[in-house]
């Protein structure tokens, strides 16, 4: 902030002036308390001494008493209402107690008086930006500039408008005319890196906050800036330093425990972070970012309700926080209420267009009505707009193989690779992808497993394939499946995912094996079975199953809790049971881990025999599951690995069901085996338990 002297009037003793010239010399000096017991010496005996006044008031004003600035320099313009230096004081004190209106018409008194005032301009376009009239700030600080071309600060403002009003470019130039005009000018290094950062320019960016805290090591705003950056660069444990330095510096720093708290959610501290933005909103309650942050971060914890009540807290104090709208829809998806979901994207693209994650966030809620159409359309909306959007590529892939359009599916399936859940995931080998057009006859290709242990099971299938084109295949899987794929036809080498490399010539993704072939619905390698049990294991299971006096049904309730869509596929032990009721047959269950909740039940429910930790890995499943007639799952690996061995299997899926699935049908392409029993639009599992129940006595009576 600019802060002018007006020079002194005239006194009317000679004693009088020395003091005053001396208050004004240790003012300038910076000693404020010598030189307000001058100014308060003077007053005793001229009580309306207008230099005084006016002085004392810019003292307070320094030492961050604003109310009591204003105070005195109304009492000095009360002697002096035309003075120009107090008006714009005034203004100044004003502004620092967030009365901008009353700063701004201080200023337009000043310069009305004055319109040459580059100061009065300059101060007034800071009032202007603190009240969003940004187009009125940006002419005021030009006025500045026009008055006086080297007013540096005003073109290091000017470049915090332009920013405002995302005109980078421009925003980038002012600071640079500032720097060229002071090198050493910390403010403008470090809003330049904020500039940079808008332009995605992060490295720059960087760069331009070191350098603003090589001239201010103690800049506590450019080392949050800097956090920021490295955030956007994926270092966060960087960035959370960066953020504890500002933190150090200036403790109740908001903006940057706020932030802190984002840093700590991406390196899954989540806690931390709720924490974080919690002291942010106890020091400014009114804080709508760090609301929003919150919510992220309760998000994160799976706490939805209490993430929506921050993300509404965060909307009543900024209706128009588009990001806040976003985030708010992605917790009412996790909610399951997808047309309020829905109702929040678009509210948020209302607010802001260009916003391809909302729109592949709303393909997704329309995905889950069961909008199809609706939903792809979203999606390639939002690759329109970002065409090398991993995310709404892959979503897009989902919603056309859950369609049947494989054809353009598959081809898109391939960015599931530059998403943030596989990114990291993704294993980099030397050698060349193949992906089908190659010839690969006396060749090793290696094809390795890639997600979890349902795909392996299901597409393990075409690893016959490409040995049937010459080629000699290493597969690599998860090490509860090693055994198991020693059943598979064409393979000559198996290892598990932790042995040490193999060499090979190329290397295939198992669920990149459909694009490969050129996989339609019509051409699904669907013969069962391609996998099979150990016929010695089998035997023994069957002799601990005793004697076969009635149907041997298998059972699976409930998949991996940490999977991401378990709470649409994994069913309580209590709400599935009810299908066994009455039915003449020996169940089994098939799970080798049991949830707290569905142990007490089945420790008391004779009528079902549990193996749990007996079932060591996927080859014991295998033996267990032959020796059975039927096999019941919700969508878990037990399904597939039923239908790669051609037993029966009736399978439970939610409303809205993983792609492989497909939509509206009772059977499946991939599993000839396999009938499939789908949720309503009640979304329930009391209607399809209650359909299984009539099969299953259906199936009993002809058992």
Same mark, same amino acid.
């Given at each position: 902030?600019?802060?002018?002297?007006?020079?002194?009037?005239?006194?009317?003793?000679?004693?009088?002036?020395?003091?005053?010239?001396?208050?004004?010399?240790?003012?300038?000096?910076?000693?404020?308390?010598?030189?307000?017991?001058?100014?308060?010496?003077?007053?005793?005996?001229?009580?309306?001494?207008?230099?005084?006044?006016?002085?004392?008031?810019?003292?307070?004003?320094?030492?961050?008493?604003?109310?009591?600035?204003?105070?005195?320099?109304?009492?000095?313009?009360?002697?002096?209402?035309?003075?120009?230096?107090?008006?714009?004081?005034?203004?100044?004190?004003?502004?620092?107690?967030?009365?901008?209106?009353?700063?701004?018409?201080? @200023?337009?008194?000043?310069?009305?008086?004055?319109?040459?005032?580059?100061?009065?301009?300059?101060?007034?376009?800071?009032?202007?930006?603190?009240?969003?009239?940004?187009?009125?700030?940006?002419?005021?600080?030009?006025?500045?500039?026009?008055?006086?071309?080297?007013?540096?600060?005003?073109?290091?403002?000017?470049?915090?408008?332009?920013?405002?009003?995302?005109?980078?470019?421009?925003?980038?130039?002012?600071?640079?005319?500032?720097?060229?005009?002071?090198?050493?000018?910390?403010?403008?290094?470090?809003?330049?890196?904020?500039?940079?950062?808008?332009?995605?320019?992060?490295?720059?960016?960087?760069?331009?906050?070191?350098?603003?805290?090589?001239?201010?090591?103690?800049?506590?705003?450019?080392?949050?800036?800097?956090?920021?950056?490295?955030?956007?660069?994926?270092?966060?444990?960087?960035?959370?330093?960066?953020?504890?330095?500002?933190?150090?510096?200036?403790?109740?720093?908001?903006?940057?425990?706020?932030?802190?708290?984002?840093?700590? %959610?991406?390196?899954?501290?989540?806690?931390?972070?709720?924490?974080?933005?919690?002291?942010?909103?106890?020091?400014?309650?009114?804080?709508?970012?760090?609301?929003?942050?919150?919510?992220?971060?309760?998000?994160?914890?799976?706490?939805?309700?209490?993430?929506?009540?921050? @993300?509404?807290?965060?909307?009543?104090?900024?209706?128009?926080?588009?990001?806040?709208?976003?985030?708010? *829809?992605?917790?009412? %998806?996790?909610?399951?209420?997808?047309?309020?979901?829905?109702?929040?994207?678009? $509210?948020?693209?209302?607010?802001?267009?260009?916003?391809?994650?909302?729109?592949? !966030?709303?393909?997704?809620?329309?995905?889950?009505? %069961?909008?199809?159409?609706?939903?792809?359309?979203?999606?390639?909306?939002?690759?329109?707009?970002?065409?090398?959007?991993?995310?709404?590529?892959?979503?897009?892939?989902?919603?056309?193989?859950?369609?049947?359009?494989?054809?353009?599916?598959?081809?898109?399936?391939?960015?599931?690779?530059?998403?943030?859940?596989?990114?990291?995931?993704?294993?980099?080998?030397?050698?060349?992808?193949?992906?089908?057009?190659?010839?690969?006859? *006396?060749?090793?290709?290696?094809?390795?497993?890639?997600?979890?242990?349902?795909?392996?099971?299901?597409?393990?299938?075409?690893?016959?394939?490409?040995?049937?084109?010459?080629?000699?295949?290493?597969?690599?899987?998860?090490?509860?499946?090693?055994?198991?794929?020693?059943?598979?036809?064409?393979?000559?080498?198996?290892?598990?995912?932790?042995?040490?490399?193999?060499?090979?010539?190329?290397?295939?993704?198992?669920?990149?094996?459909?694009?490969?072939?050129?996989?339609?619905?019509?051409?699904?390698?669907?013969?069962?079975?391609?996998?099979?049990?150990?016929?010695?294991?089998?035997?023994?299971?069957?002799?601990?199953?005793?004697?076969?006096?009635?149907?041997?049904?298998?059972?699976?309730?409930?998949?991996?809790?940490?999977? %991401?869509?378990?709470? !649409?596929?994994?069913?309580?032990?209590?709400?599935?049971?009810?299908?066994?009721?009455?039915?003449?047959?020996?169940?089994?269950?098939?799970?080798?881990?049991?949830?707290?909740?569905?142990?007490?039940?089945?420790?008391? $429910?004779?009528?079902?025999?549990?193996?749990?930790?007996?079932?060591?890995?996927?080859?014991?499943?295998?033996?267990?599951?032959?020796?059975?007639?039927?096999?019941?799952?919700?969508?878990?690996?037990?399904?597939?690995?039923?239908?790669?061995?051609?037993?029966?299997?009736?399978?439970?899926?939610?409303?809205?069901?993983?792609?492989?699935?497909?939509?509206?049908?009772?059977?499946?392409?991939?599993?000839?085996?396999?009938?499939?029993?789908?949720?309503?639009?009640?979304?329930?599992?009391?209607?399809?338990?209650?359909?299984?129940?009539?099969?299953?006595?259906?199936?009993?009576?002809?058992?």
């Amino acid at each position: 902030m600019q802060k002018r002297f007006a020079p002194p009037g005239r006194t009317e003793s000679p004693n009088f002036a020395a003091l005053l010239t001396e208050a004004l010399r240790l003012h300038q000096t910076g000693r404020l308390a010598d030189a307000e017991r001058l100014y308060r010496r003077i007053l005793v005996t001229q009580p309306d001494h207008f230099d005084c006044l006016h002085l004392l008031g810019v003292v307070f004003h320094q030492r961050g008493d604003h109310a009591q600035a204003v105070h005195h320099i109304d009492l000095a313009l009360k002697k002096s209402p035309d003075n120009v230096f107090a008006l714009n004081n005034r203004g100044n004190a004003l502004k620092e107690l967030r009365r901008f209106e009353e700063a701004l018409a201080s @200023y337009d008194r000043a310069l009305a008086l004055q319109p040459d005032y580059a100061d009065g301009y300059y101060n007034r376009g800071n009032a202007l930006k603190e009240l969003q009239r940004f187009e009125e700030a940006l002419a005021s600080y030009d006025r500045a500039l026009k008055l006086r071309p080297d007013f540096a600060e005003a073109h290091c403002n000017r470049g915090v408008i332009l920013q405002d009003l995302k005109r980078f470019g421009e925003a980038l130039s002012s600071y640079d005319r500032a720097l060229t005009l002071r090198p050493s000018y910390a403010d403008a290094h470090s809003n330049r890196g904020v500039t940079l950062h808008e332009l995605q320019r992060l490295e720059e960016a960087l760069a331009s906050y070191d350098r603003a805290l090589a001239l201010q090591p103690n800049y506590a705003a450019a080392y949050s800036n800097r956090g920021n950056t490295l955030h956007a660069l994926g270092r966060f444990d960087a960035a959370l330093a960066s953020f504890d330095r500002a933190l150090a510096l200036w403790p109740d720093y908001v903006a940057a425990l706020s932030n802190r708290g984002n840093a700590l %959610k991406e390196l899954k501290r989540f806690e931390d972070a709720v924490t974080s933005c919690d002291r942010a909103l106890a020091l400014q309650p009114n804080y709508a970012e760090a609301h929003s942050n919150r919510g992220n971060a309760l998000h994160e914890l799976s706490r939805f309700e209490e993430a929506l009540a921050s @993300y509404d807290r965060a909307l009543a104090l900024r209706p128009d926080y588009a990001l806040a709208h976003y985030n708010r *829809g992605n917790a009412l %998806k996790e909610l399951k209420r997808f047309e309020a979901a829905l109702a929040s994207y678009d $509210r948020a693209l209302a607010l802001q267009p260009d916003y391809p994650e909302a729109l592949s !966030n709303r393909g997704v809620a329309l995905q889950d009505l %069961k909008r199809i159409e609706e939903a792809l359309a979203s999606y390639d909306r939002a690759v329109s707009m970002r065409p090398d959007y991993a995310d709404a590529h892959f979503n897009a892939a989902i919603c056309r193989l859950l369609m049947g359009d494989f054809d353009r599916g598959w081809e898109q399936h391939e960015w599931r690779w530059q998403t943030e859940h596989l990114r990291n995931g993704r294993k980099h080998f030397a050698p060349k992808l193949w992906l089908g057009p190659d010839d690969i006859a *006396g060749k090793t290709v290696l094809l390795h497993a890639e997600q979890g242990f349902g795909d392996t099971i299901q597409f393990c299938r075409y690893a016959p394939l490409v040995a049937a084109r010459g080629a000699r295949v290493v597969l690599k899987v998860q090490k509860p499946l090693h055994e198991l794929m020693g059943t598979l036809a064409g393979v000559a080498q198996i290892i598990s995912n932790d042995d040490p490399p193999t060499d090979f010539d190329l290397h295939c993704p198992l669920l990149s094996l459909p694009l490969a072939f050129g996989t339609k619905l019509a051409t699904i390698p669907s013969q069962t079975p391609y996998l099979r049990e150990d016929t010695q294991a089998a035997m023994d299971w069957n002799v601990r199953l005793g004697p076969r006096h009635r149907p041997r049904i298998g059972l699976a309730w409930s998949g991996r809790p940490a999977h %991401k869509n378990d709470q !649409n596929r994994s069913i309580a032990l209590s709400a599935f049971v009810p299908m066994l009721a009455g039915v003449d047959a020996t169940f089994v269950s098939l799970q080798r881990e049991v949830r707290a909740g569905d142990a007490d039940l089945l420790q008391g $429910r004779s009528d079902i025999i549990h193996f749990g930790d007996e079932l060591k890995n996927f080859a014991d499943t295998a033996a267990l599951i032959a020796n059975l007639d039927l096999v019941i799952s919700v969508d878990t690996s037990v399904v597939h690995l039923a239908g790669a061995l051609a037993k029966p299997v009736w399978v439970l899926l939610p409303f809205v069901p993983d792609w492989r699935w497909l939509l509206d049908r009772e059977d499946s392409p991939w599993y000839p085996t396999a009938r499939l029993f789908r949720q309503d639009q009640t979304r329930g599992w009391d209607n399809v338990v209650a359909r299984v129940h009539a099969a299953l006595c259906g199936y009993g009576r002809n058992g």
